[in-house]
């Protein structure tokens, strides 16, 4: 029962800041880590019993940024303190310093004052709402504090301030000036016509002026210079002698070398280098060229000299035109979005679609004729939907003949969701395709062969395991928008979809069941009628830790991607894929354009330092389109300054694999991303659809279950049975414990176990056959998550399997193995199966109809019966409690049981099991990799041992042996559905139910879509 009473401030808390954050991090607050509930924000506010004091700085030792007094490593941090205004001080000029890792909201006498979610690394300035300006009064206020963490470090400190909140767009690059870091020199950098003339004044005017040029100077000059002339900044970024790409605000330790430029009383050794290095490239007037360098060598001219710039200019404008000639062969036109940058705290949150600071976005088209001579011009860019009008656009999708294009759009700030629109090149005309009856955002669209469209929403209405947000999973839809099914039921997101040449579909799947949230972001493949979906590569692989957007090389079986993180922004290095090589790890990846196998430490942050690629576009076997970021931003580097997505940007270009590169567009106010080039395509060969909406099943047959590694060691013989089980997905986000393993921490949102349990709600469908020769064939519901486990004879799990795989409708799927290599068939030599020869078999079930595994419901009735007698708190086993009663955990808002809590090792007052001797299971954040059989589960857990051996002659019937075994099989699960055994309140139940509808009203809408579908010709198009 929760103690209701007034909380009693500390006085005096939070005090003014006028120069240093240091001054935040010495008050006391209140504190707690368990949900306060409803109200715990307002001025007067119910207290739970768990406040605690604490100084300012709560947080985990070693988070960067952090100066940690108060420890905190749970989730969540709930903070209340109090700040006294002054009569006589102005509350207009107050403004919130924070530091926090990872999101925050903070409350002044229960209005919301600021929030932000992401991390950083050092305190920066927030302006505080005006409604909660207004709440500030004279005397005592009521300041109260949430912070949320996942992963990594965790960090949260809050002070008032004198300092003004500097003026930024929420999506603009936080630039830095030159007139802030040296006014002085303000006025010294002017613009001229040219670039070299630009820099050869601003030389000039700092000898004359006496300026010291140090490294903050030198990077304020060449953001300067990005500002106005991008590609001749490029040009000299590549050719320099030194790191050109450290330059940028912040890196004072960097060792760019625009200062040795700005340097005078030198000789002009940099510049006759910088020409040195471009002559290679400039083909037969790469002589004349050599001839004019040698003159000036010859006649000892000085580096501030004009003739020297102009002279390197001529030749990179040469070397340019010879670079861009077989891009011009191609096409003549790019089409690209600028939008920000996506993802940030998680590599796929690319449907917070509400962000109040993604306003600014549109679709572009960049015009290369000009680029066709080298006369000093440039390719021209030209909107076709503005940047500036409140909207955002992503996403852009060329069709076939190369006339119409897809894309997704928010068309302006009061537009909560994306939704699928088309544009006809010629004439500029859109029409919607997505949006009419649906809730949610849908993105990321492309052309299927036939004609339909597949695309991405999140209006399956389901939350992230792991944090919370909406799901996004595939649909296809025909040319018009009309006849939309659901061809992705998948746990998390379904992304970036790209068709290769043979037709396949490949894509980002993020992928967790009973195993890291963290590293499996592989790649997947379907067929385009949604059918054959399974791994394309690294479904079980510790790295590359995630890979983005794949795209097809175009006359080959290999895909381009970038290589990146989990928990940062999508992008990171850039890497070839050939699965001809292999299937899992770095064997069949080629990094570019060091053409090496990737050397990137084991990390959640992949790949993330350095030079940034994403969105790329392969043109052919040596060259691509793509976003690229050549400054090295460091982006999760401890002592760097720089460590948001937002701070990044973007360019254009066209580069060769071994990394020659030329800017085609170029903006530092938003990124240029998702190149696409105006060509026609073949359409690939239409393959015939397979799925029959008017089937509920589909069938699977696997022929040699001993066949592939995932059984090895064990004797042929043992496996009896498969056992199907179903996953089933969360609507709502409510309540919330943590997990730690192998594979990393997590937290878990409305969770159905204890911290390291079951991710989601499992049900068992049944079980198939598994014959003498080790084949398997049997139906299973269609359009439906499912899970396999070997059983032995015992029906005790000897190899499980950690993802899921899905059936259309009336589809027939087959497999060689446990586990089998994607390239190897099957064996030689096999006759027809024993599986085949018997037909598909229905599933024999377990116990009764399929239902959520509950441990109230399976599992406590067997303790009651026969062991609570003894193991409770009066009896001879009364140190392991098993009776029913239920325990209130508060962060989880759930109420376990005793006995649960007991056999999962959950010490008092925690949310995370322990696998242990009595019950051993495989945490859900054990390693992504292939598991070897027997890792964890019923064979290994001594409560399944003990009762073999008759423990104290207690005789189980085998129905209470098999449920005891498939609950520990089952990663412990406690809850069957996410509505049992709930702590919610009023409101948190009405949410829930909101949700529950919500998604009966969209499965509602898509099932009149398929029955029109059914009542004309099915899967139209083959597709």
């Not at 120069?19 to 506010?45: F, H, K, L, N």
């Not at 909201?105 to 505080?128: C, M, P, R, S, W």
């Not at 003549?332 to 705290?345: E, L, P, T, Y």
């Not at 036939?450 to 792991?466: K, M, P, T």
Request: hydrophobic share 35%; charged share 25%; with cysteine.
């Amino acid at each position: 029962m929760r103690r209701v009473a007034f909380l009693p401030v500390i006085v005096t808390l939070l005090c003014l800041q006028p120069a240093c954050p240091a001054a935040a991090i010495e008050q006391t607050w209140q504190y707690t880590t368990t949900d306060p509930g409803e109200g715990w924000q307002q001025s007067v506010a119910p207290q739970c019993e768990q406040w605690k004091s604490g100084k300012g700085g709560f947080g985990k030792p070693g988070t960067p940024g952090g100066r940690v007094q108060t420890l905190w490593n749970t989730p969540d941090v709930w903070l209340r303190g109090e700040y006294v205004l002054a009569k006589d001080q102005d509350a207009a000029k107050l403004s919130l310093e924070v530091c926090h890792d990872e999101d925050f909201e903070v409350y002044i006498n229960g209005t919301l004052a600021a929030q932000a979610t992401g991390h950083i690394k050092d305190y920066a300035i927030y302006a505080i709402a005006p409604d909660a300006r207004k709440a500030l009064k004279p005397g005592k206020n009521v300041i109260a504090v949430h912070c949320h963490q996942t992963v990594g470090g965790q960090y949260i400190d809050v002070g008032f301030t004198t300092k003004p909140v500097p003026h930024r767009s929420p999506d603009r690059r936080q630039e830095l000036a030159i007139e802030d870091l040296r006014p002085e020199v303000a006025e010294k950098y002017v613009k001229k016509a040219t670039w070299q003339e630009t820099l050869t004044a601003v030389r000039t005017e700092f000898k004359a002026a006496g300026v010291e040029v140090d490294m903050a100077l030198g990077s304020a000059l060449a953001t300067e210079l990005w500002r106005d002339f991008p590609h001749q900044t490029d040009w000299l970024m590549q050719d320099s002698p030194g790191q050109m790409a450290d330059w940028i605000i912040g890196y004072r330790d960097g060792k760019g070398d625009l200062t040795n430029f700005l340097e005078t009383d030198r000789d002009a050794s940099l510049e006759r280098k910088l020409i040195e290095n471009v002559l290679p490239e400039c083909g037969p007037q790469g002589d004349s060229l050599r001839t004019q360098l040698d003159a000036l060598v010859a006649a000892e001219v000085k580096p501030e000299d004009d003739r020297w710039l102009d002279l390197y200019a001529k030749a990179c404008r040469i070397r340019r035109q010879l670079r861009l000639r077989p891009l011009l062969q191609k096409t003549s036109q790019v089409i690209f979005a600028k939008h920000h940058n996506m993802g940030g705290g998680f590599f796929a949150y690319t449907e917070y679609t509400n962000w109040p600071g993604n306003k600014f976005g549109g679709l572009c088209r960049i015009d290369l004729d000009a680029e066709r001579n080298a006369d000093g011009r440039f390719a021209a860019v030209t909107a076709l939907i503005p940047t500036d009008t409140g909207g955002v656009v992503r996403d852009p999708a060329l069709s076939y003949d190369a006339r119409r294009l897809l894309f997704a759009w928010r068309e302006d700030a009061e537009d909560r969701y994306y939704n699928i629109y088309e544009m006809e090149l010629a004439t500029g005309e859109v029409r919607p395709i997505t949006g009419a009856d649906t809730y949610g955002a849908s993105y990321d669209p492309c052309y299927l062969p036939g004609g339909n469209i597949l695309f991405v929403s999140s209006r399956v209405v389901q939350s992230v395991d792991c944090a919370g947000p909406d799901v996004s999973n595939f649909f296809i839809c025909d040319k018009d928008g009309g006849r939309v099914r659901r061809v992705g039921f998948d746990q998390v997101h379904t992304l970036w979809p790209t068709v290769l040449d043979d037709g396949r579909v490949v894509y980002m799947r993020w992928d967790y069941n009973d195993r890291s949230q963290i590293y499996p972001q592989g790649l997947l493949q379907m067929n385009a009628d949604g059918t054959g979906q399974t791994e394309f590569y690294g479904n079980n692989s510790w790295e590359p830790t995630t890979l983005f957007h794949p795209c097809g090389i175009p006359g080959t079986s290999k895909i381009m991607a970038a290589m990146g993180g989990h928990h940062n922004p999508q992008c990171g290095k850039l890497g070839v894929i050939d699965t001809a090589h292999a299937r899992q790890g770095l064997d069949g990846v080629t990094e570019l354009p060091s053409g090496e196998k990737p050397a990137y430490p084991r990390a959640d942050a992949y790949a993330q330092t350095g030079d940034q690629y994403c969105y790329p576009f392969p043109l052919d076997e040596q060259s691509l389109l793509v976003s690229y970021d050549p400054i090295a931003y460091y982006l999760r580097g401890r002592g760097r300054g720089f460590n948001n997505k937002n701070q990044m940007r973007f360019h254009l270009y066209y580069m060769t694999f071994d990394g020659r590169r030329e800017v085609l567009s170029a903006d530092v106010q938003i990124s240029s991303l998702e190149p696409i080039p105006v060509i026609a395509r073949s359409v690939p060969a239409l393959r015939p659809s397979t799925v029959d909406y008017r089937k509920t099943a589909g069938v699977f047959h696997l022929q040699d279950i001993y066949q592939g590694p995932g059984l090895t060691g064990i004797a042929r013989g043992t496996i009896k049975k498969l056992r199907v089980v179903e996953l089933r997905y969360r609507e709502m986000n409510i309540g919330r414990n943590s997990s730690s393993g192998k594979g990393g921490g997590a937290s878990v949102v409305t969770p159905i176990a204890v911290g390291t349990g079951a991710w989601d709600v499992k049900v068992i469908l049944g079980d198939a056959t598994v014959h003498e020769d080790g084949s398997a064939m049997f139906r299973v519901p269609a359009r439906t998550p499912v899970y396999f486990q070997a059983l032995d004879e015992n029906n005790r799990t000897i190899q499980t399997m950690r993802s899921w795989a899905t059936l259309m409708p009336g589809e027939q799927a087959s497999c060689v193995g446990c586990h089998e290599h994607k390239n190897r068939g099957p064996a030689s030599g096999h006759r027809t199966s024993l599986a085949m020869k018997a037909g598909p078999e229905q599933l024999a079930p377990f116990y009764g109809p399929a239902r959520g595994f509950s441990f109230a419901k399976e599992i406590q009735p067997i303790l009651d019966r026969h062991c609570v007698k003894c193991h409770s708190a009066d009896g001879k086993g009364k140190k392991v409690l098993l009776a029913g009663e239920p325990v209130l955990d508060a962060g989880s808002k759930r109420y376990w049981s005793r006995a649960y809590l007991t056999l999962t090792a959950t010490k008092p007052g925690a949310s995370r099991g322990e696998a242990n001797e009595l019950v051993n299971w495989i945490s859900n954040s054990s390693e992504p990799c292939m598991i070897p059989p027997q890792y964890g589960g019923s064979t290994r857990s001594k409560l399944i041992a003990m009762h073999d051996a008759g423990h104290n002659k207690v005789e189980l019937s085998r129905e209470e042996k098999d449920k005891l075994a498939a609950w520990i099989d089952l990663v412990i699960p406690f809850c069957g559905d996410y509505i049992e055994a709930n702590a919610w309140n009023e409101g948190e139940m009405k949410n829930a139910q909101e949700r529950m509808a919500l998604r009966k009203e969209m499965d509602a809408v898509e099932r009149r879509s398929i029955a029109e579908m059914v009542g004309g010709r099915g899967e139209r198009g083959g597709s």
